[in-house]
Every structure is written in structure tokens, then in C-alpha cells.
């Protein structure tokens, strides 16, 4: 994949992202912009990863509204904030779930090989976006139709989508949410 660009249209309030991925030896990069409506107005927030090339989060640093989250996880699936403090209530998560953007489903969709009908249980930290509030949730995937693209039955809580992602586990549509325009 090398890098590359994406941009999705948010459907459900209106806006936009551009998502821009690069691949080193070492990492993969992402950097973002989202632009959306909320219940205040209009919000532009700026969100960069650092993933291992197995896609594991490395480092999160979110800025919206002039309020900024900074968070490492570590190995063990343990996360640190940006003063170096553990925060216990994240043990076990692995992926973070952005709310503002489709893209952080391609995290626990690309650590995996999926074989048609199987689900997997994921521990992720929600990201509430623009307060930048965290908590853990569990989220489920299945695989529903694996041909050219990939289709994942999506639940977390009571609520669930199906949703569509490229051969680079990119989501193209996640219907009443976010379609990729570019």
C-alpha cells in the first residue's frame, strides 16, 4: 500500500475527513482531519496514529476544540496517558474506536485473516469526540461475504451495522454513517 489518501463523507451529520496513510519499515503513520457538525456547531478535529505493521495502536494524539488526549499503549495492552499515568479502566483493550471516523475499524479488521462466518470479540477504547472522553467497550465483528470486498456484521452495545471495507480492510460504506468518497 505504500501510502496513500482517503476521504469519507459523514452522512449522518454532515462533513468529511482526509485520512492520509503512509507505510515505513517500522510503523504505519496515519494522519487526519475531520470536519463535522455537533451539537455546538461545527468541529475540526485533527487525530495522528502511530500503528505497529500488524496494526496495533502505538501512540493516539487527538486536538479538538482545544482540548488534546495523548495516549500510548503499551505490549501488555495496558494504555498510559499523557502524563504518564496508567489508566487501569483500558487493560486489555487493543484497538481504539475514534467516533468521528470509519477508519478505526480497519484496526482489528486488518490485525486478522477472517474466514467466512467467523466473529471475533474485540476489548476497544472508545473515543467520544470533541469532549475526548474514553471508556472500554466491547465490540463484535463477523465476516458475512469475503469475495473482492469484505463485508463485517458490526455490534457494539445494542447497536450494529453492516459494513463494507476495500481489499485494504478501508471501509467504503457503513451505511447512515460514512460512505468513502475518494
Not at 68 to 87: F, P, V
Not at 143 to 158: I, M, N
Not at 173 to 180: D, I, M, S, V
Request: hydrophobic fraction near 35%.
Amino acid at each position: 500500500m505504500g501510502s496513500s489518501r482517503v476521504m469519507w463523507e459523514n452522512r449522518d451529520t454532515f462533513g468529511c475527513e482526509l485520512l492520509k496513510l503512509s507505510m515505513a519499515e517500522q510503523a504505519i503513520h496515519i494522519n487526519s482531519t475531520v470536519m463535522t457538525i455537533g451539537e455546538s456547531g461545527p468541529i475540526e478535529m485533527h487525530y495522528q496514529l502511530e500503528l505497529d505493521l500488524k496494526w496495533k495502536i502505538k501512540h493516539v494524539h487527538m486536538q479538538s476544540e482545544g482540548t488534546a488526549l495523548h495516549l500510548i499503549s503499551t505490549r501488555q495492552s495496558e494504555w498510559i496517558d499523557e502524563n504518564g499515568k496508567r489508566m487501569d479502566a483500558l487493560t486489555g483493550a487493543i484497538d481504539i474506536d475514534i467516533s468521528a471516523t470509519p477508519f478505526t475499524n480497519s484496526l482489528p479488521i486488518n490485525r486478522y485473516d477472517w474466514k467466512l462466518g467467523q466473529a471475533r470479540d474485540f476489548e476497544m477504547v472508545y473515543i467520544q469526540v470533541p469532549l475526548m472522553a474514553v471508556r472500554k467497550v466491547r465490540q463484535t465483528y463477523i465476516l458475512l461475504d469475503g469475495k473482492e470486498t469484505r463485508t463485517f456484521q458490526y455490534r457494539s452495545g445494542d447497536f450494529q451495522s453492516v459494513i463494507t471495507v476495500d481489499e485494504y480492510g478501508l471501509v467504503t460504506n457503513y451505511p447512515g454513517l460514512f460512505t468513502r468518497r475518494y
